[in-house]
């Protein structure tokens, strides 16, 4: 058996066990909490940017109403469009602080489609880069994130703050 370890995931694996119990989930707090603390780039005035705290790639961002709300056919017309300029801004972000040469933008609606947290629908912007899969992602079933969370959110804020 094949082990690395990886002791940052056991936030998220704990946080999975506790989920049942909570009263509110993590993304409608990080939404009403501290921005910093909760990784929030940009507040709109009916949904957030925050990155993925378990991310695919560097940069890997998440982009939501702050009503809880599972289903995309049932966000309002004010939710909807904020959300899609939110998306672009994003994307004008990470091209501006990481230079990818693409973009991975969806959502996993319901948890059939892969939906970790199918209760608060939420839209991912994953910035890709010729050759970001290697060996250990295909062989190893590994992804590798070469970079801090916090290196990451501040270069992302500050490049926010010259934008607007």
Not at 13 to 27: A, D, G, R, V, Y
Request: aromatic share 10%; glycine share 8%.
């Amino acid at each position: 058996m094949k082990q690395i370890w990886s002791p940052w995931r056991l936030e998220y694996i704990e946080q999975n066990q506790k989920k049942k119990s909570k009263t509110k989930c993590f993304l409608c707090a990080a939404g009403s909490g501290s921005m910093v603390k909760n990784l929030v780039l940009l507040k709109g005035r009916h949904s957030f940017v925050m990155m993925n705290r378990y991310p695919y790639n560097s940069g890997h961002l998440m982009v939501l109403p702050y009503r809880h709300i599972g289903f995309v056919e049932k966000l309002t017309e004010q939710e909807t469009s904020e959300m899609f300029l939110l998306v672009q801004k994003s994307v004008m972000i990470l091209k501006k602080v990481f230079k990818p040469d693409g973009f991975n933008i969806g959502a996993n609606i319901g948890g059939v489609a892969g939906a970790g947290v199918p209760s608060h629908v939420h839209f991912h912007v994953i910035p890709r880069w010729l050759g970001d899969t290697n060996f250990m992602s295909i062989v190893g079933d590994t992804k590798i994130i070469n970079d801090s969370l916090n290196r990451i959110y501040n270069k992302l804020k500050k490049q926010l703050e010259l934008m607007e």
